[in-house]
């Protein structure tokens, strides 16, 4: 059986302490748990961007540092998205951000 991960402090930035590596052109990724459902670490460059996609299950992002934005709106440090199953969108950060994500299933790109 597996042991449980906690990181400490991880909301005052702990996350800062953590390998990353490339996952689509200007983001990088640190996996928590890979798979389907899989929770990962989201690091964005300034000016990076995530395709338009289609959430196939729901979604949940918490912004850790930056802004991260899509057709709704901007969000920041300390805001919660969740993107509903069916729902579909382009993500960008001018900035750059970092989040926290958890999926059930994967995104399909379009």
């Known amino acids: 059986m597996a042991n449980n991960l ?5 909301l ?9 590596e490339p996952f689509k052109p200007g983001i990088s990724v640190h996996w ?3 798979g389907a459902p899989a929770i990962a670490v989201l690091k ?8 338009l996609h289609y959430h196939v299950a729901p ?3 918490l912004i850790l540092s930056g802004t991260q934005s899509d057709a709704n709106g ?5 805001d919660l998205v969740v993107n509903f199953q069916g729902t579909q969108h382009e993500v960008f950060s001018e900035e750059g951000c970092v989040a926290l994500l958890q999926w059930a299933k994967p995104v399909k790109f379009l």
Request: glycine share 10%; no cysteine; aromatic share 16%.
């Open 6 to 10: 906690m990181i400490p402090n991880f």
């Open 59 to 61: 979604e949940t992002v």
């Open 12 to 20: 005052s930035g702990a996350w800062r302490n953590l390998d990353f």
């Open 44 to 51: 964005y460059d300034p000016g990076a961007r995530a395709p």
């Open 32 to 34: 928590l748990e890979k």
């Open 74 to 78: 901007t969000y920041h440090a300390g």
